[in-house]
């Protein structure tokens, strides 16, 4: 058997398979009000025999967007519309977590309705607001009272997902954001209690984790960390140290998984002056698996072939495909079955609006027809 069909035990889930889905920023909502629609309806539908599929980045807030048209979980209105994907997606069988984030600083007013963005310290990143010719903007440093805010906006969120029906919560912790923003000292120069050490820089991430599954339960949250990921002028002089802290107390609070971003970049990436990802942490999986007894994903650039390999050595256990499932809608019965994979993504379309790129990629069986 091929070891991608073999079922697998994730906290309180069963997965009938290990192809998982990637979480995708697409930005079709249509309206100013961010409510999920019949566009995305079918296009989570189409995907529901995946292991697993993790929504694209949910703002928990007005002050948590980054990008125009992507959906949230903050209003009624929202929730009732993400209880229509899932509803969908469980009509066919599917699984469906929700990826929770708040943006922090990786943004720009003029998507928040003029609200100042928020940080743990008064640091620009050194870079343009992704997909925007936008200069970022020196964020508020958030005080004592905005944090337990931002926690109790990520709990309600996790009530809103709970009420969607969601299988589970993803908290984004990776890629420059405002959990990852805490995390690591190139952004974080707090000398209160939520910054300075290892412990008190995780201090945020965990306490929202722990309001998180005051709602869910831990064998239905899992998490998403990028250590040595650039994106977003992100850095930290031990990720080793300080991730293996974090892995080890989601490990003790028993979460369902890790979704761990394997990234390459270069030396002086983007001119930020760090040293390269691959110099600070040769090999992620091999430093990170022997501390978490839940399952590992592996995420970033991975094919079908390359999965198997790590999986079958143990490296991880899933894999979250990206750009393949864009491109692929019917990417688990093409892998199954040994069909072609569509490798002709259209990146124009990645955060356009309508049909075009979105619901328009056709299933192998209707291209033979």
Request: aromatic letters at 10%; charged letters at 25%.
């Amino acid at each position: 058997m091929n070891i991608l069909f073999k079922p697998l035990k994730m906290g309180d889930m069963l997965l009938p398979n290990r192809i998982c889905m990637a979480a995708l920023t697409r930005q079709r909502c249509d309206s100013n009000d961010l409510i999920p629609n019949d566009l995305m309806v079918k296009y989570y539908t189409l995907r529901a025999d995946s292991g697993f599929m993790l929504t694209e980045c949910v703002p928990i807030s007005e002050r948590s967007l980054a990008f125009p048209g992507q959906p949230g979980i903050y209003t009624k209105e929202q929730t009732q519309g993400w209880k229509n994907v899932v509803d969908s997606v469980h009509s066919k069988g599917g699984r469906i977590i929700a990826q929770i984030w708040h943006a922090g600083r990786a943004c720009h007013s003029s998507f928040q309705n003029g609200l100042q963005v928020w940080a743990p310290s008064a640091i620009a990143p050194r870079s343009k607001v992704r997909r925007s010719q936008l200069f970022h903007e020196i964020p508020h440093q958030m005080n004592i009272d905005d944090i337990k805010l931002v926690i109790q906006q990520f709990k309600q969120a996790a009530i809103n997902c709970k009420e969607a029906g969601f299988d589970g919560i993803q908290l984004h912790c990776g890629t420059g954001y405002l959990i990852d923003q805490f995390l690591r000292d190139s952004a974080n120069k707090r000398i209160d209690e939520y910054g300075g050490t290892i412990q008190n820089r995780s201090k945020f991430c965990l306490e929202v984790i722990d309001e998180i599954i005051k709602i869910y339960g831990n064998g239905r949250v899992g998490v998403k960390i990028s250590p040595v990921a650039r994106v977003n002028d992100m850095c930290d002089q031990d990720p080793l140290s300080l991730f293996s802290y974090l892995i080890q107390e989601f490990d003790k609070r028993q979460l369902a998984f890790i979704e761990l971003r394997d990234d390459n970049d270069i030396a002086n990436y983007s001119n930020y002056g760090y040293p390269g990802s691959k110099e600070q942490i040769p090999d992620l999986f091999q430093a990170f698996r022997p501390l978490f007894k839940g399952v590992l994903i592996g995420n970033m650039g991975y094919t079908p072939e390359t999965a198997i390999k790590n999986i079958e050595e143990k490296r991880f256990d899933a894999v979250t495909f990206g750009k393949l499932f864009i491109s692929n809608p019917d990417l688990v019965t093409r892998i199954q079955k040994n069909y072609e994979l569509n490798y002709k993504w259209d990146e124009s379309t990645f955060y356009t609006k309508g049909e075009k790129g979105y619901l328009d990629y056709p299933l192998y069986e209707q291209i033979q027809q």
